[in-house]
């Protein structure tokens, strides 16, 4: 089980409370998609991502940032146990998504660079930083975790 | 060679542009070391990077950080010849400073969420992907030399 500390504990719960996932969820998508154009092949059926403009205007990218800022929520609530907590959705992914778990990953990086750009250096300090992180990359891990 | 459009040097030079090398430089070292506190091993002789404030401190970690900034400037100045202007760097930290090169993409990580913190809105998708696409050139250029 991971172990969390206090800091850590606090830099999560300060982050998230300032976090519009509105405005993150969508965002992070939207970089993913620019940064990491292959990605757009798990969202064929979500019309125009051909330019940046596209995909930043696209109601279906946005809608589905905040599906994924939904899921989050899910692992912030259960820090102690983010692996239980994930199971049905890493089955999901893995079963009925197909998804290729290194983009959890890159995501995951989307999202902090989000963060980074929303906060500044005087919130997303070292310290928070490297709480985020460790929380994305347990978050990462538990959506790998049913593949097989 | 990595291929460049005009619009790709002109985001990356006016993203260069924006950079203080103290500022970033400082932080760079400050989130690397906290965030993948491993990186330490390569510190022996720093003196105390253990905490943040320490590492802001440091007047060792300062001086790296505008050293590993100026590699990058002279990278931005040479877009089109990376790999060889790299080429020396990469031997030295193949040789004798014996980096793993997986740190070279951490470290890069470090310097997009310190620019990110910078730029805020203006690290757009667009931005952040060619700024991505750069340093993913320097990092490969910094593994050439590892055999």
Redesign the interface.
Known sequence: MVEWTDAERNAIATLWSNIDVGEIGP?AL??L???FPWTKRYFSTFGDLST?AA??ANPKVAQHGKTVMGGLEIAVKNMDNIKAAYAKLSVMHSEKLHVDPDNFRVLA?CI???V??????SV????F??AW?KFLAVVVSALGKQYH | MVKWTEEERRIVREVWEKVDIDEIGEQLWARALIVYPWIERYFGTFGDIFTTTAILNNSKLAALGKIVLRGLDTAVKNMDNIKPTCASLSRLHYEKIQVDPDNFRLLAECITISMACKLKAELNPQVQATWQKFLSAVVEAMNSQYK
């Open positions: 965002q939207a970089r998609l620019v940064v940046s995909i930043a990086e902090s660079v989000g980074a750009a929303k906060f500044g250096p997303f300090t070292p310290g930083q490297e992180q």
